[in-house]
């Protein structure tokens, strides 16, 4: 299961909830219809969304059986996940981070620097947050420093700039 969104609280006295999405596709995920995958109580539930509209950028949704503002607070913190079979195909040469979390990381010298922990955004840029033996390494994850992505392989081969290991250590 692939993490799609967290609800961040509930919104209005109809039962709606608004989510911080996780994808970069919210309206195809969180359309009407759609259904995900939650954990909540110590239970697996599954939730079908009933309506959806972008508020500030971020997806309100409406679920089945969820008809009061008190129905909704109860989802407040939860993850909303879909089966990682049910993603949309990405373009060559893109991936999805949870994709990369798990790859080896090496120097294009042979060098391991230790294994993907997270996929980080920012206002510079995605990185690699790369868990080593004396800590992590932050990789900016662009085309000129991560010079092979193999997702299937399991190995993301990087060519860092001179210094950047060190700085990172």
Known sequence: MVLVGHVARAHGRFGEVL???H????????????VLH???????ERLTVSAMRM??????LAFEGVATMSDAEAFAGI?????????????EGTYYEHALVGCEAVTVG???LGVVRAVEG??????LVIGSGRGEIQIP???DICVTIDVEGRRITVDPPEGLIELNA
């Open 122 to 127: 920012g206002a510079g840029g995605a990185r």
């Open 19 to 21: 989510v911080n999405p």
């Open 141 to 143: 994850l662009a085309h």
């Open 55 to 60: 508020h500030h950028g971020r997806p309100l």
């Open 79 to 91: 993850e909303l996940r879909v089966p990682e079979n049910e993603l949309t195909p990405l373009p």
């Open 38 to 44: 939650t954990r909540r109580l110590e239970r697996d």
């Open 110 to 112: 042979g060098r391991t």
């Open 23 to 34: 994808t970069d596709f919210p309206v195809e995920r969180f359309r009407p219809g759609a």
